[in-house]
């Protein structure tokens, strides 16, 4: 493409200045013909260089329509440039895209999601039976007890004595408890004698 558009820009080069070159002999005819009518007796010469002055006027809009031809391929050829880079942008993207179809397979990666998933759901499940088993292992029975005893042993140690603390709360004392059930026995008379002070009241 470079190389044919080097070519056209010498040809209408070339063009040109044979255009110019015929412009300016043009001109000397033009002069030529003034000066041979002014005198008389040079009739045939004058229609002589009229029939050259003809001949190179056409050769002069043949020059034109050369040049024109000449831009209108130079512009054509630039067009199909601009298609040829196009075709091969549109060539390049294409290998692209097979090349990313070949590598992201819409069937591979549904398949990669979903083993991904059923995994996952399998790992999870396999840490739970592991815990639970554990669990089940090392929290053997009596287990409660001796926490409860360290935790006692520790208050111990540092002044908190959960018996008395629980002692001290209002409630009955087993050796007290005979008497009060004494107590709650009232006679007749003793219960007549409670009435006597109510009403006194």
């Not at 002014?38 to 002069?60: E, Y």
């Not at 591979?108 to 089940?136: G, H, P, Y």
């Not at 005893?149 to 629980?166: F, H, P, R, T, Y």
């Not at 001290?168 to 009435?195: H, I």
Request: charged share 35%; no cysteine.
């Amino acid at each position: 493409m470079k190389a044919n558009e080097r070519q056209l820009r010498k040809v209408g080069r070339d063009v040109e200045r044979d255009r110019m070159a015929l412009e300016r002999e043009e001109k000397k005819l033009e002069a030529d013909i003034k000066r041979l009518a002014k005198s008389p007796g040079n009739k045939d010469a004058v229609a002589v260089l009229a029939r050259q002055l003809v001949n190179i006027r056409k050769q002069k809009t043949r020059s034109y329509a050369a040049n024109s031809r000449i831009s209108s391929v130079a512009a054509q050829q630039k067009g199909m440039q601009a298609n040829v880079k196009l075709a091969g942008a549109m060539g390049t993207a294409t290998k692209t895209m097979v090349s990313m179809n070949k590598i992201m397979k819409p069937e591979d990666i549904a398949k990669n999601m979903k083993d991904f998933e059923q995994a996952s759901a399998k790992l999870d499940m396999t840490d739970e039976i592991m815990n639970d088993t554990l669990d089940d292992i090392l929290n053997e029975s009596g287990d409660e007890e001796e926490s409860d005893a360290i935790v006692n042993q520790v208050l111990d140690e540092i002044g908190i004595d959960i018996g008395s603390k629980v002692a001290g709360a209002p409630s009955a004392r087993s050796d007290t408890l005979g008497d009060a059930s004494k107590s709650n026995v009232l006679s007749d008379q003793e219960l007549e004698e409670s009435l006597a002070k109510l009403r006194a009241t």
